[in-house]
């Protein structure tokens, strides 16, 4: 498959009151097209910072500080905003954990989606009627199962639930990607039933585009589920990629098999035990590979030295030095 996606070495940090933290500590990834890929890791290791950092949205006190983001070919980095704007018009879209803090609170639905879908270009020619953008904006509600479209184009982010919220954002976002989607949390804010009903229809949806997907969740059944390529996060690193059946039942990194043992089981058997200690303070981050304080296989190289990807193929790679041969 052609690559579509690299995230080389990135390292990205914040200016804080106490100092600066290093939260991204040289990651590195890829997504091909047509591919969808799963990132899994704790809360607080850096996969909201990874994916902001791809369309250049980090918070005002963000400090990129090496590392070269790739997609088609040129550094997201580096290019201008003009190009930026393009690439976030027309070729990478997000949807974020929020949905109620996604869409603007003095602005109808339908506004929000015609002015997507105007400077999206899926509505070709300059002279754009508002009808056709009407009638856009109701097709892409109809796509995602909302029903009485009518009513919710002309209502308020506060007149809709939850799922509604959310719903809308999928479809500003999967009407208008043309290559990339990014899902941070797609359904934090949403009940059991309708979080099933939303990835559903976004598995759907995507399949049907073609998109290449980068989902992060902290549900590890909807990861197994629907993407085809498994990433493992941790404090700023990615420690092991494979195929999602592969990363699911051939776990190889400590913290991969901690955090799969961690879930619990239909059939019973008792309570986990979970993975001792927490993610690290990025503020004065563990040197080495950063797990090693909560790793019971730990040795003295794993507090010197960061190990890097190795595997018996490019299907499944861990940087753990379990598996690295010096």
Same mark, same amino acid.
């Given at each position: 498959?052609?690559?579509?996606?690299?995230?080389? @070495?990135?390292?990205?940090?914040?200016?804080?009151?106490?100092?600066?933290?290093?939260?991204?500590?040289?990651?590195?990834?890829?997504?091909?097209?047509?591919?969808?890929?799963?990132?899994?890791?704790?809360?607080?290791?850096?996969?909201?910072?990874?994916?902001?950092?791809?369309?250049?949205?980090?918070?005002?006190?963000?400090?990129?500080?090496?590392?070269?983001?790739?997609?088609?070919?040129?550094?997201?980095?580096?290019?201008?905003?003009?190009?930026?704007?393009?690439?976030?018009?027309?070729?990478?879209?997000?949807?974020?954990?929020?949905?109620?803090?996604?869409?603007?609170?003095?602005?109808?639905?339908?506004?929000?989606?015609?002015?997507?879908?105007?400077?999206?270009?899926?509505?070709?020619? *300059?002279?754009?009627?508002?009808?056709?953008? *009407?009638?856009?904006?109701?097709?892409?509600?109809?796509?995602?199962?909302?029903?009485?479209?009518?009513?919710?184009?002309?209502?308020?982010?506060?007149?809709?639930?939850?799922?509604?919220?959310?719903?809308?954002?999928? %479809?500003?976002?999967?009407?208008?990607?043309?290559?990339?989607?990014?899902?941070?949390?797609?359904?934090? @804010?949403?009940?059991?039933?309708?979080?099933?009903?939303? !990835?559903?229809?976004?598995?759907?949806?995507?399949?049907?585009? @073609?998109?290449?997907?980068?989902?992060?969740?902290? %549900?590890?059944?909807?990861?197994?589920?629907?993407?085809?390529?498994?990433?493992?996060?941790?404090?700023?690193?990615?420690?092991?990629?494979?195929?999602?059946?592969?990363?699911?039942?051939?776990? !190889?990194?400590?913290?991969?098999?901690?955090?799969?043992?961690?879930?619990?089981?239909?059939?019973?058997?008792?309570?986990?035990?979970?993975?001792?200690?927490?993610?690290?303070?990025?503020?004065?981050?563990?040197?080495?590979?950063?797990?090693?304080?909560?790793?019971?296989?730990?040795?003295?190289?794993?507090?010197?030295?960061?190990?890097?990807?190795?595997?018996?193929?490019?299907?499944?790679?861990?940087?753990?030095?379990?598996? @690295?041969?010096?």
């Amino acid at each position: 498959m052609k690559r579509l996606l690299d995230v080389n @070495n990135l390292r990205v940090g914040y200016k804080i009151y106490k100092g600066s933290s290093k939260v991204l500590n040289g990651l590195s990834f890829t997504v091909h097209e047509g591919e969808k890929v799963g990132i899994i890791g704790e809360s607080g290791s850096g996969k909201t910072t990874a994916m902001r950092a791809i369309l250049r949205v980090l918070a005002s006190n963000a400090i990129v500080e090496s590392g070269e983001i790739s997609f088609k070919g040129k550094d997201i980095l580096k290019i201008n905003e003009k190009e930026l704007t393009e690439i976030r018009r027309k070729n990478i879209t997000m949807i974020f954990q929020d949905p109620t803090a996604a869409l603007n609170p003095v602005f109808t639905a339908g506004d929000q989606l015609a002015n997507v879908i105007k400077y999206s270009g899926i509505i070709e020619g *300059k002279n754009i009627r508002n009808e056709d953008l *009407k009638a856009k904006s109701l097709e892409l509600l109809k796509d995602v199962a909302l029903q009485d479209p009518e009513r919710v184009l002309n209502s308020y982010p506060f007149q809709l639930s939850g799922g509604m919220k959310q719903r809308i954002c999928i %479809a500003m976002s999967l009407g208008t990607a043309r290559d990339l989607l990014i899902a941070d949390e797609p359904t934090t @804010n949403l009940d059991v039933t309708i979080q099933d009903q939303v !990835l559903h229809l976004m598995s759907k949806l995507v399949s049907e585009r @073609n998109l290449s997907v980068i989902l992060i969740s902290h %549900a590890l059944g909807t990861i197994r589920g629907i993407t085809d390529r498994g990433c493992v996060m941790y404090a700023g690193d990615m420690i092991e990629t494979a195929a999602t059946g592969e990363l699911f039942s051939n776990p !190889l990194h400590p913290y991969t098999r901690g955090l799969l043992e961690s879930c619990p089981k239909l059939t019973g058997g008792g309570f986990s035990k979970g993975i001792r200690g927490h993610v690290p303070d990025y503020l004065d981050p563990p040197s080495g590979c950063r797990f090693h304080p909560r790793c019971d296989h730990a040795s003295d190289v794993c507090k010197r030295e960061k190990p890097q990807f190795v595997g018996d193929s490019d299907s499944h790679l861990v940087a753990c030095w379990l598996y @690295n041969k010096r």
